[in-house]
């Protein structure tokens, strides 16, 4: 199956499992990094996290856990359609009305803010691999920003239901160092692997 068919397969499947999953139950997962992951970030390190959308893996409680571990927080950011992501700082994660739309419909910081590299950056996606491929939204935007700053510490977040056993990957298809699910922590990977 190509990548198209595939995005559009697995986020089926995603929007039935986060449809299925109770409020109660949600509002349980996804509450700060495994102690596995927190570990793997250098103390007082920024952090780049994603404002989620209804379906995906949320990062915002990451955001907030993060920011009361000391370590400054920020979320990607574009100045319009057709320029490269960068991340701002965000300055407070307990207040998401600081957000606007960016130009690709996703929240991202409102006022100006200090543009930072993370060293760790959580990654959302559509599909993963047991071994760290990731398949992504389809317009790059990560992929070219983790082969700019390789050394960039690549997690993934996502439902259990995203996993698949092979993904259709391409030369510049950057793989995750790890991957959290709801269930589970993969990796860390030794990045030849996830190729």
């Known amino acids: 199956m190509n990548k198209a068919g595939l995005r559009a397969k697995l986020r089926a499947r995603r929007r039935a499992h986060v449809a299925a999953l ?4 949600r509002g349980l997962l996804f ?40 370590h400054p ?34 929240r991202q910081i409102a006022a100006p803010g200090e543009h930072v590299t993370p060293a760790a950056v959580f990654v959302p996606l559509v599909g993963f691999t047991a071994t760290g491929a990731r398949l ?27 996993e698949v056993a092979a993904l259709p990957l391409e030369a510049h298809d950057r793989p995750l ?3 959290v699910t709801a269930t589970r922590v993969l990796g860390p990977f030794k990045r030849s692997q996830a190729r």
């Not at 109770?22 to 139950?25: G, L, Q, Y």
């Not at 207040?95 to 419909?105: I, N, V, Y």
């Not at 317009?139 to 239901?161: K, V």
């Open 136 to 162: 992504g939204m389809g317009a790059g935007h990560y992929d070219r920003w983790l082969a700019a700053y390789p050394h960039t510490l690549a997690i993934g977040l996502a439902w259990d239901c995203q």
């Open 73 to 106: 927080v920020a979320l990607p950011w574009f100045a319009e359609r057709g320029t490269e992501m960068a991340f701002r700082v965000w300055d407070n994660p307990f207040d998401a009305e600081t957000l606007e739309a960016g130009p690709w419909s996703v």
């Open 22 to 25: 109770p409020d109660r139950v």
């Open 31 to 70: 509450h700060r990094p495994p102690r596995a992951i927190a570990e793997l970030i250098p103390p007082g390190a920024s952090v780049g996290v994603y404002a989620e959308t209804a379906e995906e893996a949320p990062a915002s409680a990451y955001a907030r856990w993060l920011f009361e571990a000391g």
């Open 177 to 179: 160092d790890a991957i």
